[in-house]
């Protein structure tokens, strides 16, 4: 007796769709500075994310109240598991968003967000 494995490939790529891509991904997040969701007393002195893979980091934007924040840092572009900057000025009180983006050594592109805020 022959079993039919037609419909498997199928509901395998329908499960995968269905997963966020933070499942998927190659490259995680792990801890960043201010916490994900945290508010801060005053402007932080620092902003930094921990990966759990080397990864080439591109972007590295942080965006509050008043629009875009100039950072004292860039990416090197280089492969990083740590990436850490300052902002130019002092952050006034509210909310902020830091995206990054980057690139694996498999070469998938990378992307995540975290929000902190300043009180």
Do not use: K
Not at 83 to 111: C, I, K, N
């Amino acid at each position: 007796m022959t079993r039919s494995t037609g419909a498997l490939p199928t509901v395998i790529a329908a499960f995968m769709l269905m997963l966020p891509p933070s499942l998927m991904a190659h490259v995680q997040q792990e801890r960043s500075e201010p916490e994900h969701e945290s508010t801060v007393d005053g402007s932080p002195e620092r902003i930094a994310v921990w990966f759990d893979q080397d990864l080439r980091l591109v972007s590295f934007e942080v965006s509050g109240p008043d629009g875009p924040v100039a950072l004292r840092r860039r990416p090197e572009r280089t492969l990083t598991r740590h990436f850490e900057t300052a902002p130019s000025s002092t952050l006034a009180p509210g909310e902020y968003t830091v995206q990054w983006r980057g690139l694996a050594e498999d070469g998938h592109v990378m992307l995540d967000e975290f929000r902190f805020s300043v009180r």
